[in-house]
């Protein structure tokens, strides 16, 4: 059969909601799709519909890719699905420990004994159950996304990138007919984005069929194909040369009420710094691997920094010093808010003046805890509300979710929304507490055009209004919020000028 798959005229259901109606999609054999949106939600949602993961209520699917597979594996009594074979590269992940539960702390991966509590690299991979054979060994696909010095680094050690390569080794060793990738260069330095294309067709020659979420200007080569998603639907598709220069310009505006941010964010007068940050000489090594080498760095109040540098330079360890929680802090002369570590500060005094959004802080979370309670935590600095709190807070916490239009959403498990709007809530958790000093990570990553448009100029909006230092990470230019006027560029582990 020459088609993949086959979605006609279907209407689809996603929780509790329709995502799309009169749905069609044709994908044949030599096809390699990017899809398009201005919603990460529904670009999510089309990858979730293929992999059988919404409700589909009129109209039908077929995966006909499968269907030689099962028929061979029903024949031999053997329980099988057309998901053994699809792999799927996802922005969110979910690590397990030794003892097979979930329950890491974010300040975990900087202890260097604690870490070890996760899984290696190479472990993780030698664990995964294969169920079908194909060119794709554990020693092929270590070299292909190379992780070789990788191999026995605990999993919760990982940087963003590193994490994200990881990502695509597990999805390969499965060696599947058909790969899935939601936005798969989020999170990847400049080079390795200008690299992936190479990459795409090593995967796609060794007869790997790929469909893949992305935006406008992040199309690779071997993507044959091009489809549009807006109004519920796919509003247009062809060959990729004939679609590429098209693509919705963003209509938008910011619907962040800047009165409403300015009651939200009052200057708290007690504290008054001479120097938000001051790394003298600062150093960082685990094992025989030195990881920063000889920062120094100040950071005066209001000033805004963009802190660039590619995968694995160390921006993630420099960041663990700035937040207090890395333990190595003590052996540096590192000064946080006029006061030297070690000096006798807790780690409370440090965090309650910093707000710090990154896209993994989501995953440490307890699984009950809701968005409001999310967005409550930051009055406290913890990972998850763990105290009754007063009617005062939770309208304060109320009024943040209702600057961002999430107010619907607030008594809804953070894990069950989608990836945008955790990342608002997580800003709105930073804000809360007027922070001396906001750390932002990738902060708006997986985040779709629309959004990350919206984020960076709220985040411009509070800057305006609230004399706060920041510390700004991310790959794309365009992402940086205008206010942002100085760097700080990290490589090797050492700054670079």
């Known amino acids: 059969m020459s088609t993949l798959i086959s979605i006609q005229k279907a209407t689809v259901r996603q929780f509790d909601k329709v995502v799309f109606e009169n ?13 398009l949106g201005q919603s990460g939600v529904e670009l999510t949602a089309f990858l979730d519909t293929l992999l059988g993961k919404t409700m589909v209520t009129s109209g039908r699917i077929q995966r006909s890719f499968a269907k030689e597979y099962q028929e061979q594996k029903s024949e031999a009594g053997e329980v099988n699905s057309f998901r053994d074979l699809i792999a799927t590269v996802s922005q969110q992940y979910t690590f397990k420990n030794k003892s097979n539960l979930g329950n890491f702390y974010y300040q975990q991966r900087f202890n260097s004994m604690e870490s070890d509590e996760a899984l290696t690299v190479e472990d993780y991979l030698k664990n995964i159950e294969v169920k079908v054979p194909g060119p794709w060994s554990l020693s092929k696909v270590i070299r292909f996304m190379n992780l070789e010095h990788l191999k026995d680094k605990s999993l919760i050690k990982l940087s963003n990138g590193e994490t994200r390569r990881l990502s695509f080794a597990t999805a390969l060793i499965k060696n599947p007919k058909i790969l899935l990738m939601d936005q798969p260069l989020t999170g990847l330095d400049k080079e390795t984005r200008g690299d992936f294309g190479g990459m795409l067709s090593d995967i796609i ?151 710090f959004v990154a896209p993994e802080l989501s995953r440490f979370f307890p699984p009950n805890q809701t968005c409001i309670k999310v967005v409550l935590s930051g009055l406290f600095d913890t990972m998850g509300l763990f105290k009754k709190v007063s009617q005062d807070q939770e309208k304060l916490a109320m009024d943040w979710l209702g600057l961002f239009h999430l107010e619907n959403i607030a008594n809804r498990l953070l894990s069950q929304v989608s990836l945008e709007n955790q990342r608002f809530i997580l800003l709105a958790r930073a804000l809360i507490k007027n922070p001396e000093l906001l750390v932002l990570d990738e902060a708006a990553q997986g985040m779709d055009d629309l959004q990350r448009v919206r984020f960076r100029e709220t985040v411009d909006l509070v800057c305006k209004i609230l004399p706060v230092s920041m510390i700004y990470v991310s790959h794309y230019e365009e992402d940086i919020p205008k206010c942002v006027d100085k760097i700080f560029r990290l490589k090797g582990g050492k700054a670079a000028f």
Do not use: C
Request: charged share 25%; no cysteine; aromatic share 10%.
């Open 23 to 35: 749905l069609d999609f044709e994908w044949e054999k030599g096809q390699h799709w990017a899809i």
């Open 205 to 355: 020659a060794s007869g790997i069929h790929v469909l893949m979420s992305t935006h406008h200007d992040e199309i690779p080569l071997g993507i044959t194909h091009v489809a549009i998603l807006g109004e519920n639907k796919i509003s247009n598709a062809d060959k990729a040369e004939r679609i590429k220069g098209v693509h919705q310009s963003l209509r938008f505006e910011n619907d962040v009420d800047p009165e409403f941010v300015k009651r939200l964010l009052v200057k708290n007068s007690a504290f008054s710094f001479q120097k938000i940050l001051e790394f003298k000489n600062t150093a960082v090594r685990y094992g025989d691997k030195q990881i920063l080498d000889g920062i120094n760095w100040t950071i005066l109040p209001n000033e805004k920094w963009a802190l660039k540098g590619e995968n694995g330079a160390g921006k993630s360890t420099l960041l663990s010093l700035v937040l207090g929680e890395n333990p190595q802090a003590y052996a540096n002369e590192i000064w946080l808010f006029d006061r030297k570590r070690g000096s006798g500060e807790s780690i409370w005094d440090i965090k309650k003046q910093i707000g």
